[in-house]
């Protein structure tokens, strides 16, 4: 009987679990479920799933825990990865992630392969899921002899069309702290036709493309921080364009760099008497003083905001305006401004979420010679809070993961991210019997 | 015989030195000047002042100059104070800057007391002048019986009049990395009618205000980092307004804004390829990619800046858009913006700078109940590049304090800023003797 640790029941954990527990009796597996937030894990399991608190200040407990498994899952926040690899290393237990693979990470490479494990790191939707679907494409592109010369891949966490009830269309369904620090302080880098290009944080929010995904509308994106570290992981050198970003619905950018130009995503200083600030007053610390003009005209004012800009309604929606209190002591402009969204973009019980990804591989056909612009779509809706499209895209690469790596279909051992083929391919095709599928389509 | 020990032959230091050499025979002082660069030491002194190598990474040796001084004045760069505030106190010696007080210096307080020494920090032009200037009113208006409710003060460094030859009014007469970073990465903090403000570092310089001081002409003023110190600078405590801010000519903050804006005074991260960069390049890896569109109307565009704006004379004249090599290998886009406006903000030999100070004063007449608003303002014109108002702004107040220390009449032991009435009293007056001079007037 295998054993899996999963640590953390946050957020992203729902289906991962679903996904483990539904499979645990025909291949055999017993399951642990940790959070230091014991009643939390209680609600995510069911029997015969076992709870345990998770003190990441206590190393000893919970290599106590590790010592027992088989594979370890790792949910939690990403800073608690190095401590989690440490005693995964230690004590001889393969582990999967879903977190950027840091350089603490990085530096245990070598030990992991001497000691014959497997390290899978950023599996699950972004970094991951975009790692497999955009591999498959430009490992196929490759081996038919064509050249790639511009990859750009777009992902957006929203929510979905039948529970879009606000003018922003949009809802957390994810860590609501990186949604307002998206971009900060930025800033952005990736290349464009062989230029080199820099994106300023004031700037982010104004320099948005648009992309239509069949079936799911249009889109508009951003550019994600630094696109050129994608350049080493997929080995795209000397490509000419790489572009990377997020996806919102058109009209968000340009609204949510209201907030940015205001300076309230700024997270470098605590406000004074924050404790006792309404959102009004929040907003109003932002704006010129004037003795009689309302903060909506002020801020209005001065964003050149006409009466009847689409904007006034989006920024009045969030209650931005209103008398009461944020309820932040010794908060930073960005944690006021995230307790505020999260009165509002909060995702309902019944509510569904949608993710989409959208990436555009261009390549110089080996044949005519001519550029062909091939896009790759995937666009998934949640079933409700608890399974959001989020919590699937997210978990099933880690559960899938899990369970090719225990049935010993997965058999590498050291440091890896799912840009290779042994990896992507196996968990694409259950991802695609899944639901979670790709469309491919040729631009012109 | 008293010898006094300048450390620092810099922009700041030759009014200073003139200062001092020309006293130094009626009071029978002796005078060294230390640099990491002897030739400009040389440059700056006349014998009999002695010139001596200055290496702040050999304490011995600047500790062996320090221990044959009576009295240490620093011009060195602010982060090599403590250092030599530590060599003072060790050694027995008082000591003169124009730096703000670091924290470092605040804890050796009360050593320096114990010790019977005098440390006086903040005595340049600002900060030194602007305490001295504003705290001499600030008294009287108390002293009189009146209520201060607010203050508010403006310095700047420009270019004179008859030496100003470019669209900005500005030249560069002091240290060109603090021009370039002004403000940033922010916010701007201060009080008006009180309310709280934060101005975050996107907005600073299109929330200005103009003032005009007599026999100078319009300035206009954009915030400074963090007013609220001043409340316990200048025991300001319940003051309704409180604002600090730097002097342009009108029309500089609305175009340096576009540097702001394109991020080109980012100081946090090394631009790639930096080293082989034109101007060009540099402006351009700020701006959207277009195959055809030049960089000007990309720029022009992105800002929407109209042809005949002013803002296009300005960027022009800088040569921002020219095919020159930037020269500078790993740069921060500030770094690489620096070495660009160095080439045309450049004073040159025969140029004349100028000071400007305005402060002004609101209070509550205790007869009349009345609200007066109350300015003072100086204005000082260089004679050239070697002697500019800036050196003399800053230079003189060091010299003056330092005879006032020598002669017995500044008995002062501690640690202090020329904020109290025993140091700006003799000191104001001997500076309006030199023709640094405030002007007073009642506003409405």
């Given amino acids: 009987m295998k054993h899996i640790l999963i640590l953390g029941a ?51 407990q919970l290599e106590a825990e590790i010592s027992g498994a088989d594979l370890v899952i790792s949910l939690l926040p990403a800073r608690f990865h190095p401590l989690v690899a440490i005693a995964c290393l230690k004590l001889g237990k393969s582990l999967v992630t879903a977190s950027y693979e840091s350089p603490e990470m990085k530096k245990m490479a070598e030990d992991v392969k001497a000691k014959g494990l497997l390290f899978l790191n950023e599996c699950g939707l972004d970094p991951g899921i975009d790692h497999m679907s955009a591999m498959q494409v430009i490992d196929r592109i490759r081996d038919e002899g064509h050249r790639l010369t511009g990859f750009e891949s777009f992902t957006g966490g929203l929510v979905a069309p039948g529970s879009d009830d606000n003018p922003w269309h949009y809802k957390f369904s994810w860590n609501p702290t990186n949604v307002v620090l998206a971009g900060w302080p930025g800033p952005a880098k990736f ?38 570290q994608y350049i080493e992981k997929y080995n795209l050198q000397g490509i000419e364009t790489i572009y990377r970003g997020t996806l919102r619905r058109p009209g ?150 899990a369970k090719l790596i225990l049935t010993g279909r997965l058999n590498l051992t050291g440091l890896y991210i799912p840009t290779i083929r042994e990896i992507y391919s196996p968990l694409l095709e259950e991802l695609s019997a899944a639901g979670i599928t790709f469309t491919e389509k040729v631009l012109n």
């Fill in 191 to 228: 290349i464009q036709c062989g230029k080199l290009k820099y994106i300023p944080y004031t700037r982010l929010f104004r320099r948005t493309e648009f992309m239509d995904i069949d079936g799911f509308g249009r889109f508009e994106g951003y550019a994600n921080r630094d696109s050129l």
């Fill in 10 to 60: 946050g957020m992203s954990s729902g289906t991962l679990i679903r996904y483990l527990e539904q499979q645990a009796p025909a291949y055999g597996w017993k399951i642990s479920v940790g959070d230091r937030d014991l009643a939390l894990a209680k609600q995510k399991t069911n029997p015969p799933t076992r709870i345990f608190p998770v003190d990441t200040a206590h190393t000893d």
């Fill in 252 to 401: 968000f950018s340009q609204a949510w760099n209201i907030f940015v130009q205001l300076g309230a995503t700024d997270n470098s200083y605590v406000m004074e008497n924050s404790g006792a600030m309404t959102h009004r007053e929040f907003i109003n610390s932002f704006l010129y003083y004037h003795p009689s003009d309302s903060v909506e005209v002020k801020l209005y004012r001065a964003f050149h905001i006409d009466q009847d800009s689409p904007l006034v309604e989006m920024l009045e929606w969030l209650d931005i305006f209103s008398n009461e209190q944020v309820g932040i002591a010794y908060g930073t402009p960005a944690q006021m401004l995230e307790a505020i969204l999260g009165k509002k973009w909060k995702l309902q019980p019944e509510d569904k979420d949608l993710v989409v990804m959208w990436h555009k591989f261009s390549y110089l056909d080996k044949v005519t010679g001519k550029t062909i612009n091939l896009t790759s779509s995937m666009g998934l809706t949640g079933e409700d809070s608890g399974h959001t499209a989020m919590a699937k895209t997210v978990g099933l690469p880690l559960g899938i993961a």
